[in-house]
């Protein structure tokens, strides 16, 4: 089975900060992908990034990177110069290589201020 | 982007009634669209999974006569609470698939914007 762990229930950030929010995750599929989503409280599902599992190098789009340890199993989000607007529940999430649902961890409210 | 939508975006209702929440896909086809339930400050739960064609699946726990799931086309699919009470109201929210590509494991998942249901 699938599990996906976010140990972090809230975290809080000043604005221009880097911040990383973990990701742990457990899988027997041998091709799999991870995500991280953002929600904000107009709740939307805003796609961030995507990492498979075979991927060599880290994933990056903009301010976001994710820090992809396969042999720990963790996919962490790093979000740099932190922003106001960036104040959300994050979600990490996988799918395996059945291409099934996404699973999803418990998510991560950030709160940045000035 | 691909775009998928839900209407309506939120609906309050009486005990007893039945809402129909429908989910499409604008621009693709999408074979499998996902259900999912959001309480306040929790996760995503998985309801089930909708088949074109074909009939749902279920979650465990999700009750299939209480939450009538229709996938008619390769655009549509629609989610039924029947007979819906206090109980019920959540955030429910759709995301389809586009399948074209090779992988399964990189197929993209697009999010509709969320059904907020209240049931009074």
């Known amino acids: 089975a699938q599990k996906i762990t976010q140990t972090q229930p809230g975290m809080f950030v000043q604005e221009k900060e880097a911040v990383t929010l973990d990701c742990t995750y457990d899988?027997?599929?041998?091709?799999?992908?991870l995500f991280w989503y953002k929600q904000p409280s107009s709740g939307e599902m805003i796609f961030l990034i995507y990492?498979?599992?075979?991927?060599?190098q880290n994933a990056t789009e903009g301010r976001y990177s994710l820090n992809f340890q396969k042999a720990r199993k963790s996919a962490n989000l790093v979000i740099s110069a932190s922003q106001l607007g960036d104040s959300a529940m994050y979600f990490c999430?996988?799918?395996?290589?059945?291409?099934?649902?996404?699973?999803f961890g418990k998510g991560t409210t950030l709160s940045v201020s000035s | 982007g691909a775009v998928v939508s839900q209407h309506p975006s939120w609906v309050i209702c009486k005990s007893g009634t039945s809402v129909k929440i429908e989910c499409r896909s604008l621009?693709?086809?999408?074979?499998?669209m996902f259900w999912y339930r959001q309480f306040p400050k929790q996760s995503l739960m998985l309801m089930a999974t909708?088949?074109?064609?074909?009939?749902?699946?279920?979650e465990q726990g999700v009750e299939k006569d209480k939450f009538l799931i229709n996938h008619a086309s390769l655009t549509l699919s629609t989610l039924t609470v029947t007979s819906a009470h206090p109980e019920d109201s959540s955030f429910y929210i759709c995301?389809?698939?586009?399948?074209?590509?090779?992988?399964?494991?990189?197929?993209?998942?697009?999010f509709g914007p969320g059904t907020r249901l209240t049931v009074l």
């Open positions: 995301s389809a698939r586009d399948t074209s590509g090779a992988n399964p494991s990189t197929d993209t998942q697009y």
């Open positions: 899988t027997s599929d041998p091709s799999y992908g």
């Open positions: 990492q498979g599992s075979y991927d060599q």
């Open positions: 999430a996988m799918i395996g290589q059945a291409g099934t649902a996404l699973i």
């Open positions: 621009d693709f086809q999408a074979t499998t």
């Open positions: 909708s088949n074109e064609g074909s009939k749902a699946t279920y």
